[in-house]
């Protein structure tokens, strides 16, 4: 989700003189606690506003996994004051759109309609905070919508299910380790008292940030806010210990077979840190993370990059291999390639390969060129990610929601010019090593 | 309820004015005769192309899946610029450029920072693939094994298979009822000469439109849409492709085996092209029955009042020489009758009695409404100009769609329902465990 971000010094082509637009965003707090972040944008008539909660499947335990999410679904049930899907039908008469999300370190509910809307979208926001209503027979409808859901995500997809385990093998302690949908058992052994529970620990307006991305005034979207928001009380609300964990005993691995898949997948997920989980530990080097986000970029970060140019092309071993890291996360998290074999490449040549091309990075450490290339990219998409709203707000409430600052948004790629090819070998050194590492190996039953 | 009425009506006084406020379209020819479209935003130092061919499978002929293979090979390389030159070129540039292709269309994408020296380098790349791409061996291999391997990875999605179904059974022999990757067999049959003699006919500037936005102002623009242009030879028009033939059946129901969970049900029938009189109704009544997400008629019959299913919809694919509408949900072996049943019955009682009043309102406002939403990044912009021009609908689509749908009355929306979607032309397509056995 994240876009890998850097700032380039110089660059072959003349980058330096680049006028960035900077936003006008202002941030706020109620005396509640409720955190208001607002970007104006006046491109076009229309605003996003987006509540984030911090609560996710990382505040979950065994026995309630996907609890967070099965809330964000009673969300939609209704209150005294809009019953019945009442909030969904005044969205949809008005032009709107609406949804909502959950991760492993939030949930996050939103409207995007004309930016007369905002007060709207707060008054309704602010009564579902307190006032949601939980009925046993709206539940036990919903909780069937979520077993399905599940089965189409991951129980009917080899790889989303390859995913799922290769997740649950790499972590041990950390509740990083369940599904944010959760397990099918916790799923079918929820009740409606679990859920109603959790709304009353969570939701609170000291743990709640509101983003308005649009066509408003920074002041006036104040005033709606206090005016909306301001009479909700402050909660107690739980505090979240660390839960980090980096190194196992050895390499895990996990041989999959299935009778679904029809294309082989390799999973290689190793344990690293993220801007979260340095916050909560003193061992580790922030810059470690940047330097994390610019080697994902130089081996994965467009069809120039090693893995594209090497493993796809040059020696024909890949058919697809990608790496996902996300900094912005709450806890040590994954940095996780995945990759589907070329014809006739077995999993465990294309694992020996990328071993090694990860590795390679300390024989042949970047290039001046590798650098620039990363670096002009992500200059460019920085303009390029102004240009949806939605997505603007979606960096703030999540930079937010893990406790970090969202201002961070523009200073990470300041952070990052400090990243320097040595670099990337001292996280190789450091990050990429055996007992980090989590293998799961996806067969098809008809290629066994 | 009085407050929000009021609103809906300041909506739909405002928004048309509005969207023409902010979307100012302005459309030429260049000097070859390729028609362009542009809108400026000037805000962000940016500007995006869209270059759309009549290049899209429809063209395939009996080589299923050539149009797709040919717009993925256009950005492997160009001129003395082998694979890897060609795309560290491009990363240098801040830019993007990709490529892709559906049944009616292939597209060339660009994006570029607006400061002169890169949109210099991108364009320079851009016209370089135009001009002359490579076709090299070893990409047109690589990209050949890569869709049998993509192919392969539809064949586990049972929503992949019940939609190939559906279109198969749908259009038959004509070029909508086949995937538009091909078939393994199709694909594998493909040639470099194949490729470069697809690219040659039909890569040209009489089957090219042209869309930019961004941040570059007229003079620019028509500079940009004029060097695109006068690099491609001018050849000749496609062929205009011929209609699906109209089909007598007493609706059909295909049934297929597959080792899944949950059961994939589609029911759909054919509907119009792009331009028809009947758009508009049809776009009413499919955002009714499941467009509008959260309140149409399937999500709230099958998901909100049964728990069935976690996604329920429907979606109007009008295209260039017909199109569908289709019904979609997917749950658990166990309740696939049940599902089917309440789709099936709430299509008949949609026939029967048509959508309620307020369903129809509800649809009709959120389209109204909900249509800046739609324009207001310059990527969607850019691919609406895409569509209007590719289509060759009016460049006042815009401003006149917010009158065109509210114009639309239930009368309508039931005559077309009961038009296109009558029982002798629904086909139901079933993609699960334990089906009844193979038709």
Not at chain 1, 116 to 126: H, K, P, Q, R, T
Not at chain 1, 298 to 305: E, I, K, M, Q, T
Request: with cysteine; proline share 4%.
């Amino acid at each position: 989700m994240w876009p890998h971000a850097i700032l380039s010094i110089f660059t072959t082509i003349a980058l330096i003189a680049l006028p960035l637009a900077s936003p006008l965003s202002q941030e706020f707090q109620l005396s509640n606690g409720l955190k208001l972040i607002v970007q104006e944008d006046h491109r076009a008539p229309v605003a996003v506003v987006q509540i984030w909660y911090k609560v996710g499947s990382a505040h979950e335990h065994r026995g309630v996994t996907g609890v967070s999410h099965a809330l964000e679904h009673m969300m939609f049930k209704g209150t005294k004051a809009y019953p019945d899907g009442l909030f969904s039908q005044i969205v949809a008469e008005k032009g709107g759109r609406e949804n909502a999300f959950t991760s492993s370190d939030y949930t996050a509910y939103y409207q995007q309609w004309s930016s007369e809307n905002v007060g709207l979208s707060f008054e309704l926001e602010a009564d579902r905070m307190n006032n949601l209503v939980f009925k046993e027979e709206e539940f036990l409808k919903e909780i069937n919508v979520v077993l399905e859901e599940r089965r189409l995500r991951t129980d009917d997809n080899p790889q989303g299910l390859a995913r799922e385990a290769n997740r649950a093998l790499a972590f041990q302690e950390s509740p990083y380790r369940h599904p944010v949908i959760g397990w099918e058992s916790d799923i079918k052994g929820m009740r409606l008292d679990d859920l109603e529970k959790w709304y009353q620990q969570w939701y609170a307006p000291n743990n709640a940030t509101v983003v308005v991305v649009g066509d408003v005034s920074s002041k006036s979207v104040h005033k709606l806010a206090q005016q909306h928001f301001g009479g909700l009380a402050r909660e107690r609300v739980p505090v979240l210990r660390s839960a980090n964990e980096r190194i196992s005993q050895g390499t895990k691995r996990l041989s999959m077979t299935s009778e679904k898949a029809r294309v082989p997948m390799l999973l290689m997920s190793y344990k690293v840190p993220s801007l979260g989980s340095v916050r909560m530990s003193d061992e580790i080097d922030e810059a470690d993370v940047y330097a994390l986000d610019v080697l994902a970029e130089v081996l994965d970060g467009d069809a120039s990059a090693r893995f594209a140019k090497h493993l796809i092309r040059g020696e024909s071993l890949a058919t697809y291999a990608s790496i996902g890291y996300s900094p912005v996360s709450l806890l040590d998290t994954l940095f996780s390639i995945s990759a589907v074999p070329a014809e006739g490449v077995t999993l465990d040549q294309l694992e020996v390969a990328i071993t090694s091309e990860l590795l390679e990075i300390i024989q042949s450490p970047p290039t001046q060129m590798e650098m620039q290339r990363v670096k002009s990219q992500v200059v460019a998409s920085r303009v390029y990610a102004m240009d949806s709203m939605e997505n603007q707000a979606t960096i703030i409430g999540q930079l937010e929601s893990v406790g970090l600052d969202w201002r961070l948004k523009d200073e990470y790629i300041e952070n990052i010019t400090e990243i320097t090819a040595s670099d990337l070998v001292a996280v190789v050194k450091k990050y990429i090593r055996p007992d980090a590492l989590a293998t799961t190996q996806l067969l098809p039953e008809s290629l066994l | 309820m009085k407050n929000f009425v009021s609103a809906i009506l300041v909506l739909l006084l405002v928004f048309p004015l509005c969207v023409s406020a902010k979307v100012q379209v302005e459309s030429w020819s260049t000097e070859n005769n390729v028609s362009v479209l542009y809108a400026q935003v000037p805000e962000l130092e940016m500007v995006d192309m869209y270059l759309a061919f009549d290049a899209g499978s429809t063209r395939d002929g009996k080589k299923h899946g050539l149009a797709n293979l040919v717009s993925a090979l256009i950005l492997q390389g160009a001129s003395d610029l082998n694979v890897d030159e060609f795309n560290e070129a491009i990363g240098l540039t801040g830019g993007n450029l990709s490529s892709g292709s559906s049944s009616d269309m292939a597209y060339i994408k660009m994006r570029s920072l607006t400061e002169q020296a890169n949109l210099e380098a991108v364009m320079r790349l851009l016209k370089l693939a135009l001009s002359s791409p490579r076709f090299d061996d070893s990409d047109v291999n690589r990209l050949v094994a890569r869709t049998l391997i993509g192919l392969d990875f539809k064949k586990q999605s049972p929503a992949a298979v019940a939609q190939d179904e559906l279109y198969a059974e749908l259009f038959a022999a004509h070029p909508y009822g086949f995937p538009h990757e091909g078939t393994a067999e199709s694909v594998k049959s493909i040639t470099r000469d194949d490729v470069s003699k697809f690219f040659n006919e039909f890569y040209v500037a009489k089957n090219l439109n042209i869309s930019i936005v961004g941040a570059v102002n007229l003079r620019q623009a028509k500079a940009m849409a004029e060097e695109i242009s006068s690099i491609l030879v001018s050849g000749e028009r496609a062929d205009k492709v011929f209609s699906p033939p109209s089909k007598k059946t007493q609706g059909i129901l295909v049934k297929r085996n597959f080792p899944s969970i949950q059961s994939h049900i589609r029911v759909g029938a054919r509907s119009v092209e792009r331009g028809h009189p009947d758009y508009f109704p049809l776009l009413v009544a499919n955002h009714a029955l499941g467009g509008n997400s959260l309140v149409s008629v399937l999500f709230r019959s099958i998901r909100e009042e049964r728990g069935l299913a976690y996604s329920a919809y429907s979606y109007f694919s009008p295209k260039l020489t017909g199109g569908s509408l289709v019904a979609a949900v997917q749950t658990d072996r166990e309740n696939q009758e049940e599902a089917l049943s309440v789709l099936d019955s709430s299509l008949e009682k949609l026939r029967l009695e048509g959508f309620s009043g307020k369903d129809i309102d509800s649809a009709k406002d959120n389209l109204i409404g909900g249509f800046p939403l739609r324009v207001d990044t310059n990527a969607e912009i850019l691919n609406y100009l895409a569509m209007l021009g590719f289509y060759k609908l009016p460049t006042d689509y815009l401003e006149t769609f917010a009158g065109n749908v509210d114009r639309v009355t239930r009368a309508e929306v039931s005559r077309v329902f009961n038009r296109y979607l009558s029982p002798e032309k629904l086909v139901t397509v079933i993609v699960g465990p334990n089906q009844d056995g193979d038709e």
